[in-house]
């Protein structure tokens, strides 16, 4: 069975429902959908998730220690990715629950096929056609990460090169927000190997800052496991962009264009979950496409949607004067 998993707990309630009424709309009421527990912050969210016939939640803990324990033994093979998180407050793996997003892969999990989407992600467009790349292909992604690398590895590493060449770095790396794959990729066996190339000195190449996205192309990429990435193979009139950061996108009956092109997907990426959550709680907070997410946020309440009156505040606001002055002087904290 084909699916899609993503992942999510309270602090992400409204761009989940956003996500699942994306989904509905633009590919089936009936697609099936797993969302994978980011923590124990699930009170209003599997009342959400009980309301929707093909959406169901990840909750074998077998799976989920699995899979967090394995994470948790390659970052304990890592030179100092402990010592510089707790220095900046963070006990234990940085971000474990993003981690969970590992789950997708596990061989006890729901789907043959799946697609994994970030919560913070509108699909606007039919998958199918990366769910038709999976044949020959063991991963299929559809994003423009391998322009920038330092978001995956840490790009100071001089045992990068040793380990991938800069032709794979340049064109095999992608983001972890979207990815489609099969379940039971990495068995056991292939997860010990794993662990034993990272405890044999490969750890030093995975980005701290980026942990659960390094792993995830990490692992993909030593395996050397055959990915097909959408925005390197398709002629230049039919690509589109994907993220927000790309302002040139067309808002039309509920659908963004990209030169006339349809979006597949628009990842919010970038955007704090603070500030969807602020919106949705009334606040006149500017975002790139905040229309669009409020249409699907609200599809089926929209008595409750928010009216707001006067110009949006943007959700990061330019440094005052007064801030300037301290930071220069160094009294910024």
Same mark, same amino acid.
């Given at each position: 069975?084909?699916?899609?998993?993503?992942?999510?707990?309270?602090?992400?309630?409204? @761009?989940?429902?956003?996500?699942?009424?994306?989904?509905?709309?633009?590919?089936?009421?009936?697609? &099936?959908?797993?969302?994978?527990?980011?923590?124990?912050?699930?009170?209003?969210?599997?009342?959400e998730? @009980?309301?929707?016939?093909?959406?169901q939640?990840?909750?074998?803990?077998?799976?989920?220690?699995?899979?967090?324990?394995?994470? /948790?033994?390659i970052?304990e093979?890592? &030179?100092?990715?402990?010592? #510089?998180?707790?220095?900046?407050?963070?006990?234990?793996?940085?971000?474990?629950?993003? +981690?969970?997003?590992?789950?997708?892969?596990?061989?006890?999990? &729901?789907?043959?096929?799946?697609?994994?989407?970030?919560?913070?992600?509108?699909?606007l467009n039919?998958?199918?056609?990366?769910?038709?790349?999976?044949?020959?292909?063991d991963?299929?992604?559809?994003d423009?990460?391998?322009?920038?690398?330092?978001?995956?590895?840490?790009?100071?590493?001089?045992?990068?090169l040793e380990?991938?060449s800069?032709?794979?770095?340049?064109?095999e790396?992608?983001?972890?927000?979207?990815y489609?794959?099969?379940?039971?990729?990495?068995?056991?066996?292939k997860?010990?190997w794993?662990?034993?190339?990272?405890?044999?000195?490969?750890?030093?190449?995975?980005?701290i800052?980026?942990?659960? @996205?390094s792993i995830?192309?990490y692992?993909?990429?030593?395996?050397?496991?055959?990915?097909?990435?959408?925005s390197? +193979?398709?002629?230049?009139?039919?690509?589109?962009?994907?993220?927000?950061?790309?302002?040139h996108?067309?808002? #039309?009956?509920?659908?963004?264009?990209?030169?006339?092109?349809?979006? /597949?997907?628009? +990842?919010?990426?970038g955007?704090p979950?603070?500030?969807? /959550?602020?919106?949705c709680?009334?606040?006149?907070?500017?975002?790139?496409?905040?229309?669009?997410?409020l249409?699907?946020?609200?599809? +089926?309440?929209?008595?409750?949607?928010?009216?707001?009156?006067g110009k949006?505040?943007?959700?990061?606001?330019? &440094?005052?004067?007064?801030?300037k002055?301290?930071?220069?002087?160094?009294?910024?904290?």
């Open positions: 069975m084909d699916g899609i998993y993503t992942l999510a707990n309270d602090v992400v309630y409204d @761009q989940l429902i956003a996500l699942l009424n994306s989904i509905e709309v633009n590919l089936s009421p009936d697609f &099936p959908v797993c969302v994978i527990p980011y923590d124990d912050r699930q009170e209003k969210t599997i009342p998730i @009980q309301g929707r016939k093909n959406v939640l990840l909750d074998n803990r077998e799976i989920l220690n699995r899979w967090e324990d394995f994470s /948790t033994k970052w093979g890592h &030179p100092n990715a402990f010592a #510089r998180w707790q220095e900046k407050g963070v006990s234990g793996v940085n971000r474990m629950g993003m +981690h969970r997003r590992f789950c997708s892969f596990d061989s006890e999990s &729901p789907f043959e096929r799946f697609i994994f989407l970030d919560a913070d992600i509108l699909v039919s998958l199918d056609y990366l769910f038709e790349k999976l044949d020959p292909n991963v299929v992604v559809y423009f990460q391998y322009k920038d690398p330092t978001h995956v590895y840490d790009v100071n590493s001089p045992k990068l380990i991938f800069k032709e794979r770095i340049d064109s790396i992608f983001c972890a927000g979207l489609a794959s099969k379940k039971g990729l990495f068995p056991e066996e997860r010990n794993l662990l034993e190339q990272l405890n044999s000195g490969d750890s030093e190449l995975l980005y800052n980026g942990p659960d @996205q995830i192309n692992m993909i990429m030593r395996s050397q496991m055959q990915l097909y990435n959408f390197l +193979h398709l002629p230049p009139e039919e690509k589109t962009g994907c993220s927000v950061t790309s302002p996108f067309e808002y #039309r009956d509920n659908l963004l264009y990209d030169k006339g092109v349809r979006l /597949t997907y628009l +990842h919010y990426i955007v979950s603070k500030a969807f /959550t602020r919106v709680a009334g606040e006149n907070l500017d975002f790139p496409y905040r229309d669009i997410f249409h699907y946020r609200y599809l +089926h309440e929209p008595e409750k949607k928010p009216r707001f009156i949006p505040k943007p959700y990061n606001p330019p &440094p005052s004067l007064i801030d002055i301290f930071k220069k002087i160094g009294l910024s904290s």
